[in-house]
């Protein structure tokens, strides 16, 4: 799939840049919400911010997925950059709460052909027996854009303005736009093949159907009104007539023969539910410290911080051992380390001293950091060479499915809980008012000391117990490591034929 003539180093330099910034909007943006919000209002869209960006980054990863197989990486990366510098600025220009999700919408858009084709070109490029070290490098420079995120997204919120989180991101894309352009080299030679467009349309029917009824019911309309049960009827048919068209289309968006593999088929689901409860603790915690402890953007972002930094430790080792030991042995410890952190940020409350919080969320990303490298690398070890852009992208989509569910059904129980545990007189406003105010310094201050007190513990119950409810996906989770198989990606050689 490439030519000799194909420059490594510029090439990863360009992926990874790419990389960088699709995953640093995620980190700057959840730790400026409470900027945002106290800026634009609109605190019952608070997961709709990320929710949004992820929906589009899951739709578009499919289609992504098989252009890149058919008519190469490199303009689809390129493409995928542009979009995603468009999508920023639009960001940057937000007025309202709902203009700033459609916007990032835009941005999800353009994320959805970088992560998928990145891991790709990786495989595509890089010698086998290096593959394992690059993957490594590869999720710890995701988790490292999710130090840079916290730190930079706090101090561009206090010391310009939260719309700068989104500028800075031109001058990154550009510079990956270059050197891709320059020094990749492609081969010409590629798999002509046709678009599942049916099966694109019924996807995207029941993924947006499906997050409607969730985000609207009990909210904006009950969980019994007819608006509510037809959005649920409406994803449970175009679920079952997408299957339906996906064993009949000649070249399937989301290939079966993939999920017969027993390694592809375990390490992409384990990713579905790994990807919820990471991007709850991303979320929360920061609503924790500012909402609960009364703390600033920059103390939010600082306590995101060591969780970054183990990650980026968890996911450069993941990777380094791939070649040692198996898939499956190093998720086991992975998952074995979330538990435990996911269960000590159920104990959390206004009282729980700020060390304890940042040793907390240290073990949560020792936890997730390998799962960044090793199931990005599993779902591509049997995958033929013609079809990895879809197996890489269909990984992706699922990990993304996972995150967008998991935002929103977590979402509905940290609010529904939170509200119902407010005093009657106070639960009517409770979303748009009461939660605006104490993340917002100046108006907290004004709130009466006892009323503080109430909202704040009723809001810090409402989070711990919304990680308390994780502990649901990392048990499925947990379950499909064990049914891995016992595979290290030196074994690679055995089933890569044709290279």
Same mark, same amino acid.
């Given at each position: ?7 490594? @180093? ?9 990389? @960088? ?190 997050? @409607? ?115 499956k042995t190093i998720m086991i410890f992975s998952a074995i380390l979330m538990g435990i952190g996911t269960f000590l940020l159920g104990t959390l409350d206004p009282e729980t001293p700020r060390y304890l919080v940042t040793f907390y969320m240290m073990i949560v990303g020792l936890g997730v950091g390998p799962s960044f490298s090793i199931l990005g690398m599993a779902s591509l070890q049997k995958a033929d060479p013609r079809q990895r852009g879809i197996a890489s992208s269909t990984s992706n989509f699922l990990r993304s499915l996972g995150m967008t569910l998991g935002i929103t059904i977590f979402g509905i129980i940290q609010r529904n809980t939170f509200t119902s545990g407010l005093p009657e007189m106070m639960q009517q406003n409770a979303q748009e008012n009461d939660s605006r105010n104490i993340l917002s310094p100046e108006a907290r201050a004004h709130i009466p000391a006892d009323i503080l007190k109430q ?22 989770? @947990? ?21």
């Amino acid at each position: 799939m490439h030519d000799q003539q194909t420059k490594l @180093f510029p090439v990863m330099t360009a992926l990874m840049l790419g990389i @960088f910034v699709a995953s640093l909007d995620n980190t700057i943006v959840a730790t400026s919400m409470g900027s945002i919000i106290g800026d634009l209002g609109g605190m019952d869209k608070y997961v709709w911010v990320t929710s949004a960006y992820l929906v589009a980054e899951m739709a578009g990863m499919p289609i992504f997925g098989k252009l890149s197989d058919m008519y190469g990486r490199k303009r689809f990366y390129v493409f995928g950059i542009l979009v995603f510098l468009i999508g920023s600025i639009l960001c940057g220009t937000a007025q309202t709460m709902i203009q700033l999700c459609i916007f990032r919408a835009i941005q999800g858009i353009g994320g959805s052909a970088l992560m998928p084709i990145a891991f790709t070109i990786i495989w595509d490029v890089v010698p086998r027996e290096v593959r394992g070290k690059m993957s490594g490098i590869f999720g710890a420079v995701f988790g490292l854009s999710s130090i840079v995120g916290p730190l930079l997204g706090s101090f561009i919120t206090e010391q310009l303005h939260w719309r700068w989180i989104f500028f800075i991101n031109i001058p990154i894309g550009l510079i990956a736009i270059v050197l891709i352009s320059i020094y990749y080299k492609e081969s010409k030679v590629h798999v002509k093949q046709t678009i599942d467009w049916f099966g694109f349309i019924f996807l995207l029917g029941f993924t947006l159907s499906l997050m @409607f009824a969730l985000e609207l019911g009990g909210e904006t309309y009950k969980w019994m009104s007819w608006q509510i049960i037809s959005l649920f009827i409406l994803s449970l048919v175009c679920f079952v007539v997408f299957l339906f068209v996906e064993k009949q289309a000649k070249d399937a968006i989301l290939p079966f023969n993939l999920f017969k593999e027993r390694l592809y088929s375990t390490s992409v689901l384990t990713g579905m539910f790994y990807g919820a409860v990471f991007m709850v603790s991303t979320i929360y915690i920061p609503l924790y410290i500012q909402g609960v402890t009364g703390g600033t953007a920059t103390n939010s972002g600082l306590l995101l911080l060591p969780m970054m930094v183990t990650s980026s430790i968890g996911a450069a080792s993941g990777g380094a051992l791939a070649n040692k030991l198996s898939y499956k042995t190093i998720m086991i410890f992975s998952a074995i380390l979330m538990g435990i952190g996911t269960f000590l940020l159920g104990t959390l409350d206004p009282e729980t001293p700020r060390y304890l919080v940042t040793f907390y969320m240290m073990i949560v990303g020792l936890g997730v950091g390998p799962s960044f490298s090793i199931l990005g690398m599993a779902s591509l070890q049997k995958a033929d060479p013609r079809q990895r852009g879809i197996a890489s992208s269909t990984s992706n989509f699922l990990r993304s499915l996972g995150m967008t569910l998991g935002i929103t059904i977590f979402g509905i129980i940290q609010r529904n809980t939170f509200t119902s545990g407010l005093p009657e007189m106070m639960q009517q406003n409770a979303q748009e008012n009461d939660s605006r105010n104490i993340l917002s310094p100046e108006a907290r201050a004004h709130i009466p000391a006892d009323i503080l007190k109430q909202i704040t513990q009723v809001l810090s119950d409402s989070i711990s117990s919304t990680f308390l409810w994780t502990f649901v996906p990392l048990a499925i989770s @947990f379950i499909f490591i064990l049914y891995m198989s016992n595979e290290k990606i030196t074994d690679s050689k055995l089933h890569q034929q044709g290279e």
